[in-house]
């Protein structure tokens, strides 16, 4: 089973400042790599996929990088509604699997 | 408009069982495969099972692996989720997720999602 690893496990960032978001996999996943955006309450959001595709009207803000085992979210300049947890997880493998999560929260 | 909605939730007894449903419109439903991943109170996403748009090839979470049965109904636009020997840590939301098409076999990102359904195992 591949692991996935997200840090921080908190991010504590102002509005208007960037945040970048790290997630590390146990063992390859190519770009197999999804983010998804959590809200108590709400379902996940898709907000990339291959490890660097913005998904369906997902705002420019966001932007994905890396391959292999690292890989990287970055919100670049946050706005209030971007304030949630950050999950990544590989769906090259079975099974698939989900890092713990990132809680980005108001500095 | 595309859109999952689960239902079958609820409150049940440790050992005992229920089926969660998900209705699927606004796509054609037999060419995706489908998913369900939970998340426990206070806890994080945690996948549970995938099936494929013919039902052709299903996987399970080994926390679930012998407890839990996924299938569809393309007739009907569902997938359904038995969940048996139901303990308190499968106590969670369960989302039902649309995955990629068939067009690119089963390897890709969940892109729709239901809202979810409480399942709660209490005595």
Do not use: H
Not at chain 2, 33 to 38: A, F, G
Not at chain 2, 84 to 108: E, F, H, I, K, Q
Request: aromatic letters at 12%; proline letters at 4%; charged letters at 15%.
């Amino acid at each position: 089973e591949i692991m996935l690893t997200q840090s921080p496990a908190t991010l504590s960032v102002s509005p208007g400042e960037r945040a970048t978001l790290s997630c590390r996999a146990s063992q390859s996943v190519s770009d197999n790599l999804a983010w998804y955006q959590k809200k108590p309450g709400q379902a996940p959001k898709l907000l990339i996929y291959g490890a660097s595709t913005g998904a369906t009207d997902v705002p420019a803000r966001f932007s994905g990088s890396g391959s292999g085992t690292e890989f990287t979210l970055t919100i670049s300049s946050l706005q209030s509604e971007d304030f949630a947890v950050y999950y990544c997880q590989q769906y090259g493998n079975w099974p698939r699997s989900f890092g713990q999560g990132t809680n980005l929260e108001f500095k | 408009e595309v859109q999952l909605v689960e239902s079958g939730g609820g409150l049940v007894k440790p050992g005992g069982s229920l089926r969660l449903s998900c209705a699927a419109s606004g796509f054609v439903f037999n060419t995706f495969s489908m998913d369900w991943v939970r998340q426990a109170p206070g806890k994080g996403l945690e996948w549970v099972s995938s099936i494929s748009g013919r039902s052709s090839f299903i996987y399970y979470a080994d926390s679930v692996k012998g407890r839990f049965t996924v299938s569809r109904d393309n007739a009907k636009n569902s997938v359904y989720l038995q969940m048996n020997s139901l303990r308190a840590d499968d106590t969670a939301v369960y989302y039902c997720a649309r995955g990629p098409s068939m067009m690119v076999g089963m390897v890709g990102a969940f892109d729709v999602w239901g809202p979810g359904t409480m399942v709660t195992v209490s005595s």
